[in-house]
Protein backbone atom coordinates (compact mmCIF):
# COMPACT_ATOMS: atom_id res chain seq x y z
CA UNK A 1 0.00 0.00 0.00
CA UNK A 2 1.22 3.42 -0.96
CA UNK A 3 2.42 5.57 2.17
CA UNK A 4 0.64 9.14 2.96
CA UNK A 5 4.53 10.42 2.44
CA UNK A 6 4.49 8.69 -1.23
CA UNK A 7 0.91 10.49 -1.60
CA UNK A 8 1.42 13.60 -0.93
CA UNK A 9 5.16 13.70 -2.32
CA UNK A 10 3.22 12.38 -5.22
CA UNK A 11 1.01 15.04 -5.29
CA UNK A 12 3.32 17.27 -5.47
CA UNK A 13 4.25 16.39 -8.25
CA UNK A 14 1.03 15.56 -9.88
CA UNK A 15 -1.31 18.50 -8.35
CA UNK A 16 -4.31 17.37 -10.39
CA UNK A 17 -4.32 13.61 -8.02
CA UNK A 18 -5.90 14.55 -4.41
CA UNK A 19 -4.94 13.12 -1.50
CA UNK A 20 -7.15 11.31 1.06
CA UNK A 21 -6.31 10.89 4.36
CA UNK A 22 -7.58 9.83 7.59
CA UNK A 23 -8.64 12.63 9.38
CA UNK A 24 -8.58 11.18 12.75
CA UNK A 25 -4.68 9.85 11.88
CA UNK A 26 -3.64 13.31 10.98
CA UNK A 27 -2.62 15.73 13.65
CA UNK A 28 -4.51 18.94 13.68
CA UNK A 29 -1.98 21.32 15.18
CA UNK A 30 1.71 20.73 14.89
CA UNK A 31 4.57 22.42 17.01
CA UNK A 32 7.87 22.61 15.92
CA UNK A 33 11.08 23.93 17.38
CA UNK A 34 13.40 24.30 14.88
CA UNK A 35 17.02 23.79 16.14
CA UNK A 36 20.02 23.37 15.14
CA UNK A 37 20.84 26.44 12.80
CA UNK A 38 24.06 27.18 14.60
CA UNK A 39 25.91 23.63 14.43
CA UNK A 40 24.46 23.65 10.87
CA UNK A 41 26.78 26.55 10.15
CA UNK A 42 29.43 25.79 12.21
CA UNK A 43 29.74 22.25 10.55
CA UNK A 44 30.52 24.24 7.05
CA UNK A 45 32.39 26.77 8.61
CA UNK A 46 30.00 29.57 8.27
CA UNK A 47 29.05 32.04 10.32
CA UNK A 48 25.75 30.96 12.41
CA UNK A 49 23.60 33.71 10.62
CA UNK A 50 24.55 31.43 7.62
CA UNK A 51 22.59 28.62 9.45
CA UNK A 52 19.41 31.15 10.31
CA UNK A 53 19.52 31.94 6.72
CA UNK A 54 19.17 28.21 5.33
CA UNK A 55 16.87 27.89 8.57
CA UNK A 56 14.18 30.19 6.80
CA UNK A 57 14.92 28.34 3.70
CA UNK A 58 13.10 25.46 4.99
CA UNK A 59 9.64 27.11 5.81
CA UNK A 60 8.09 27.53 2.97
CA UNK A 61 8.40 23.81 2.02
CA UNK A 62 7.38 22.41 5.20
CA UNK A 63 4.30 24.67 5.76
CA UNK A 64 2.93 23.65 1.87
CA UNK A 65 3.87 20.00 3.03
CA UNK A 66 1.74 20.87 6.40
CA UNK A 67 -1.70 22.11 4.19
CA UNK A 68 -1.42 19.71 2.16
CA UNK A 69 -1.41 16.50 4.61
CA UNK A 70 -4.33 18.26 6.12
CA UNK A 71 -2.71 19.58 9.55
CA UNK A 72 -4.85 22.56 9.84
CA UNK A 73 -2.33 24.60 12.35
CA UNK A 74 1.54 24.72 12.44
CA UNK A 75 3.47 26.91 15.49
CA UNK A 76 6.87 27.54 14.71
CA UNK A 77 9.05 28.43 17.68
CA UNK A 78 11.37 31.15 16.44
CA UNK A 79 12.48 33.45 19.07
CA UNK A 80 11.67 32.76 22.64
CA UNK A 81 12.16 35.18 25.76
CA UNK A 82 15.53 33.25 26.72
CA UNK A 83 17.05 34.04 23.40
CA UNK A 84 17.71 37.88 24.18
CA UNK A 85 21.21 36.59 25.93
CA UNK A 86 22.78 35.79 22.69
CA UNK A 87 25.11 37.71 21.49
CA UNK A 88 23.76 41.37 20.80
CA UNK A 89 25.09 40.49 17.00
CA UNK A 90 23.27 37.65 16.84
CA UNK A 91 20.07 39.16 18.19
CA UNK A 92 20.44 41.82 15.77
CA UNK A 93 20.96 39.41 12.94
CA UNK A 94 17.89 37.47 13.84
CA UNK A 95 15.38 40.62 14.45
CA UNK A 96 16.89 41.95 10.63
CA UNK A 97 15.97 37.84 9.26
CA UNK A 98 12.61 37.96 10.82
CA UNK A 99 11.87 41.47 9.13
CA UNK A 100 13.02 40.22 5.86
CA UNK A 101 11.50 37.09 6.23
CA UNK A 102 8.23 38.61 6.96
CA UNK A 103 8.77 41.13 4.36
CA UNK A 104 9.70 38.08 1.46
CA UNK A 105 7.03 35.57 2.58
CA UNK A 106 4.11 37.12 3.82
CA UNK A 107 2.96 37.75 0.53
CA UNK A 108 3.32 34.60 -0.73
CA UNK A 109 2.07 32.87 2.60
CA UNK A 110 -1.38 34.87 1.89
CA UNK A 111 -1.52 33.90 -1.90
CA UNK A 112 -1.61 30.75 -0.35
CA UNK A 113 -4.07 31.03 2.20
CA UNK A 114 -2.38 31.21 5.35
CA UNK A 115 -3.47 32.76 8.48
CA UNK A 116 -0.72 34.24 10.08
CA UNK A 117 -0.60 34.93 14.05
CA UNK A 118 2.22 35.81 16.34
CA UNK A 119 2.51 34.46 19.95
CA UNK A 120 4.63 36.51 22.45
CA UNK A 121 5.63 39.38 24.14
CA UNK A 122 5.64 42.26 21.75
CA UNK A 123 6.93 45.15 24.36
CA UNK A 124 10.62 43.95 23.42
CA UNK A 125 10.86 43.77 19.68
CA UNK A 126 12.38 46.02 17.70
CA UNK A 127 9.37 48.46 16.17
CA UNK A 128 10.03 47.31 12.38
CA UNK A 129 9.41 44.17 13.31
CA UNK A 130 6.54 44.73 15.66
CA UNK A 131 4.90 46.84 12.56
CA UNK A 132 5.43 43.55 10.35
CA UNK A 133 3.86 41.50 12.65
CA UNK A 134 0.55 43.89 12.65
CA UNK A 135 0.60 43.71 9.21
CA UNK A 136 0.62 40.29 8.29
CA UNK A 137 -1.67 39.52 10.78
CA UNK A 138 -3.84 42.39 9.15
CA UNK A 139 -3.25 41.13 5.48
CA UNK A 140 -4.05 37.37 6.37
CA UNK A 141 -6.48 37.34 8.71
CA UNK A 142 -9.35 35.89 6.54
CA UNK A 143 -7.73 33.26 5.37
CA UNK A 144 -8.79 29.79 6.42
CA UNK A 145 -6.28 27.27 4.33
CA UNK A 146 -3.51 27.42 7.21
CA UNK A 147 -3.37 28.79 10.80
CA UNK A 148 0.85 29.52 11.06
CA UNK A 149 1.46 30.54 14.47
CA UNK A 150 4.75 32.29 15.03
CA UNK A 151 5.99 32.25 18.30
CA UNK A 152 8.57 35.16 18.88
CA UNK A 153 10.12 36.76 22.07
CA UNK A 154 7.28 33.45 23.48
CA UNK A 155 8.33 31.58 26.46
CA UNK A 156 5.96 29.45 27.81
CA UNK A 157 6.04 30.90 31.61
CA UNK A 158 5.84 34.08 30.50
CA UNK A 159 2.80 33.25 28.53
CA UNK A 160 1.11 31.48 31.65
CA UNK A 161 2.16 34.98 33.65
CA UNK A 162 0.05 36.79 30.97
CA UNK A 163 -3.03 35.27 31.38
CA UNK A 164 -2.79 35.17 35.08
CA UNK A 165 -2.32 39.07 34.79
CA UNK A 166 -5.30 39.67 32.33
CA UNK A 167 -7.75 37.25 34.43
CA UNK A 168 -6.99 39.32 37.22
CA UNK A 169 -7.44 42.41 35.45
CA UNK A 170 -10.45 41.25 34.03
CA UNK A 171 -12.12 40.43 37.58
CA UNK A 172 -12.85 37.01 37.94
CA UNK A 173 -12.79 35.28 41.07
CA UNK A 174 -11.88 32.02 41.67
CA UNK A 175 -14.37 29.84 41.45
CA UNK A 176 -14.15 31.04 37.84
CA UNK A 177 -11.23 29.68 36.93
CA UNK A 178 -10.63 26.47 35.64
CA UNK A 179 -9.07 24.72 32.47
CA UNK A 180 -11.65 25.68 29.54
CA UNK A 181 -11.35 29.45 31.50
CA UNK A 182 -7.70 29.73 31.36
CA UNK A 183 -7.46 28.59 27.92
CA UNK A 184 -9.30 31.44 26.84
CA UNK A 185 -6.72 34.15 28.27
CA UNK A 186 -3.84 32.25 26.27
CA UNK A 187 -2.26 33.75 23.08
CA UNK A 188 -4.29 32.12 20.80
CA UNK A 189 -7.33 30.30 21.97
CA UNK A 190 -8.88 29.90 19.05
CA UNK A 191 -6.24 27.04 18.02
CA UNK A 192 -6.67 23.38 18.31
CA UNK A 193 -4.79 21.56 21.02
CA UNK A 194 -0.94 21.07 19.55
CA UNK A 195 -0.96 17.26 18.81
CA UNK A 196 2.41 16.95 17.95
CA UNK A 197 5.83 18.36 18.49
CA UNK A 198 8.67 18.32 16.07
CA UNK A 199 11.50 18.83 17.75
CA UNK A 200 15.37 18.88 15.07
CA UNK A 201 18.77 18.21 16.12
CA UNK A 202 17.94 15.69 18.46
CA UNK A 203 17.85 17.52 22.13
CA UNK A 204 15.42 16.05 24.46
CA UNK A 205 13.98 19.72 25.91
CA UNK A 206 10.81 21.59 25.55
CA UNK A 207 12.77 24.81 26.44
CA UNK A 208 9.74 26.71 27.63
CA UNK A 209 7.36 25.97 24.39
CA UNK A 210 3.82 25.73 24.56
CA UNK A 211 3.81 24.39 28.24
CA UNK A 212 0.52 24.51 28.57
CA UNK A 213 -0.86 23.31 25.59
CA UNK A 214 1.52 20.33 25.17
CA UNK A 215 -0.30 18.36 27.89
CA UNK A 216 -1.08 15.91 25.56
CA UNK A 217 1.10 16.08 22.41
CA UNK A 218 3.25 13.46 21.41
CA UNK A 219 6.77 14.15 20.50
CA UNK A 220 8.66 13.76 17.50
CA UNK A 221 12.70 13.72 17.65
CA UNK A 222 14.79 13.90 14.98
CA UNK A 223 19.06 14.30 15.13
CA UNK A 224 18.28 16.09 11.59
CA UNK A 225 19.19 20.29 11.92
CA UNK A 226 16.52 22.19 11.02
CA UNK A 227 17.94 23.68 7.82
CA UNK A 228 18.12 19.65 6.30
CA UNK A 229 14.74 18.89 7.50
CA UNK A 230 12.42 18.38 4.55
CA UNK A 231 8.89 17.54 3.52
CA UNK A 232 10.06 13.97 3.35
CA UNK A 233 10.67 13.98 6.97
CA UNK A 234 7.83 16.11 7.68
CA UNK A 235 5.74 13.19 6.25
CA UNK A 236 7.28 10.32 8.27
CA UNK A 237 6.69 12.27 11.31
CA UNK A 238 3.18 12.92 10.62
CA UNK A 239 2.54 8.97 9.64
CA UNK A 240 4.89 7.85 12.92
CA UNK A 241 2.13 10.14 14.48
CA UNK A 242 -0.77 7.90 13.14
CA UNK A 243 0.82 5.28 14.39
CA UNK A 244 0.76 6.10 17.79
CA UNK A 245 -2.14 5.05 20.44
CA UNK A 246 -3.13 7.97 22.11
CA UNK A 247 -5.09 7.28 25.57
CA UNK A 248 -5.33 10.75 27.28
CA UNK A 249 -4.36 9.39 30.36
CA UNK A 250 -7.36 6.49 29.74
CA UNK A 251 -6.08 2.44 29.35
C1 LIG B 1 17.67 27.49 16.90
O1 LIG B 1 18.93 27.14 16.37
C2 LIG B 1 17.01 28.45 16.04
C3 LIG B 1 16.67 29.73 16.37
C4 LIG B 1 16.88 30.34 17.69
C5 LIG B 1 16.04 30.62 15.40
C6 LIG B 1 15.00 29.99 14.53
C7 LIG B 1 14.72 30.91 13.43
C8 LIG B 1 14.59 30.60 12.15
C9 LIG B 1 14.61 29.23 11.56
C10 LIG B 1 14.40 31.67 11.18
C11 LIG B 1 13.17 32.50 11.18
C12 LIG B 1 11.87 31.88 11.36
C13 LIG B 1 10.69 32.53 11.20
C14 LIG B 1 9.44 31.79 11.47
C15 LIG B 1 10.59 33.91 10.75
P1 LIG B 1 20.24 27.44 17.24
O2 LIG B 1 20.77 28.74 16.81
O3 LIG B 1 19.89 27.33 18.69
O4 LIG B 1 21.14 26.27 16.78
P2 LIG B 1 22.26 25.52 17.65
O5 LIG B 1 21.54 24.88 18.81
O6 LIG B 1 22.82 24.53 16.70
O7 LIG B 1 23.24 26.58 18.09
Known amino acids: MESLRERV ?9 SVHLDPARTPRHVAIIMDGNGRWAQRRWLPRAAGHRAGVAVLTPILETAGEAGVKAVTLYAFST ?4 RPEEEVHTLMELFLQTAKGKVPELHERGARLRFLGRRERLPEP ?4 IQHAEELTKNNDKLDVYV ?7 SEIVDA ?8 LSPEEVDETTFARYLYAPEA ?18 LLWQIAYAEFYVTDTLWPDFSSEEFLRAIEWFGSRSRRWGGV
Open 82 to 85: ENWV
Open 192 to 209: PEVDLVIRTSGELRVSNF
Open 9 to 17: LQRRSEPKN
Open 151 to 157: ALNYGGR
Open 129 to 132: VCEA
Open 164 to 171: TRRMISDG
